[in-house]
């Protein structure tokens, strides 16, 4: 007899249980997460140092090109008058230079992606804390980002867009868009 009521209460306890979880309703959302930094204005800001960094970069390479040209116009003008071990200095030389050029540029390259990078990173960290935060603050379970390819589908009616939330927690204007934002397509 004591053994049915355990069975019983045990019986009734995961009944109970089951019946709360399936009223519990999740919360699935959505964002675009590339928008949200388009909006931001610390990415305008990083752009601007971006932009300046990519700048200098740009300038120094033009000048070691204009060095490599008055170089090669030199030799183009002067060849037929300089001896064997002249002309071959200068030809060595405009190979050297030519070199450190390319090289320059692969580095430029790189250094500039590194440098977007820097920049961007605390902007990026700021707007996941932001939806991480308007995520748990408002009882969601996941919150897809729709900018990446991985996400094929989500259906609006069942996933919430949070872009006004993370807006709001980032303090950027509630009617701050895209210029020329194209529709989403899903």
Not at 47 to 56: H, I, L, R, S
Not at 94 to 105: A, T, V, Y
Not at 133 to 138: E, I, L, M, Y
Request: charged fraction near 30%.
């Amino acid at each position: 007899m004591v053994m049915k009521k355990l069975i019983l209460c045990a019986t009734l306890a995961t009944v109970a249980y089951g019946s709360a979880n399936a009223q519990q309703t999740y919360k699935f959302g959505h964002i675009n997460g590339q928008e949200v930094l388009a909006l931001m204005p610390e990415r305008d800001s990083a752009e601007v140092k971006y932009m300046a960094y990519g700048k200098d970069l740009e300038e120094m390479i033009e000048g070691m090109q204009v060095d490599y040209n008055k170089m090669l116009q030199e030799y183009q003008q002067k060849v037929r008058t300089w001896s064997d071990a002249i002309r071959e200095t200068k030809e060595k030389d405009l190979q050297d230079k030519g070199q450190r050029i390319q090289e320059f540029q692969v580095t430029a390259r790189e250094d500039l992606q590194k440098r977007q990078m820097e920049l961007l990173r605390p902007v990026i960290e700021k707007a996941t804390n932001a939806v991480k935060k308007v995520g748990k603050d408002n009882g969601f379970i996941y919150i897809f980002d729709t900018s990446n390819a991985a996400l094929a589908y989500w259906d609006t009616e069942q996933s919430v867009d949070v872009m006004d939330l993370v807006k709001k927690e980032l303090n950027i204007p509630a009617n701050k868009t895209l210029p020329n934002q194209p529709a989403a397509t899903r």
